[in-house]
């Protein structure tokens, strides 16, 4: 009997203890702290997308971090209501699909190496999913090979 009570003893306070931990990260992001921003971030894409986004909003719009925005992006997609095959984008609606778009273009100028690479991968002219106003941006392709370099 002790030894059950003690196993649910045990698992209830390891919940408690990473309730408390994502809390915690949850209260550095808000203060900008981006090794927090990156845990926190490595936790809601295992367990809970639709968590993340209010906070990868935040650490690109507020603190200008270029990870962020890459996640905004993916985040959009990902959670796009139908069948996003890849980057194809074809699950948004008019105003996501441009809205992600900002935000992947906005990672690249920041430098994140990531967004350059789905760009160059996925949107240029030549490949899967050739998206015009990207693949016609010379300088946000230049900044993209820059980025990967």
Known sequence: ???????????????????????????????????????????YFKYSLDSLLPYSLMMSDKFDYPRAYYDVFELIYITGEGDCVD??????????????????SKAIEKGDKTASRVLLDYYDKDSYYPIKELYEN???????????K
């Open 1 to 43: 009997m002790y030894k059950y009570l003690f196993i649910l003893l045990f698992l209830f306070s390891c919940k408690s203890k990473k309730d408390n931990d994502i809390e915690m990260l949850k209260s550095e992001v808000l203060k900008g702290d981006t090794e927090a921003y990156e845990s926190l971030s490595s936790h």
């Open 87 to 104: 980057y194809n984008l074809i699950c948004l609606n008019k105003e996501k699909r441009r809205l992600a778009l900002e935000y992947l």
């Open 138 to 148: 010379e300088e946000l392709i230049n900044k993209a090979r820059e980025n990967i």
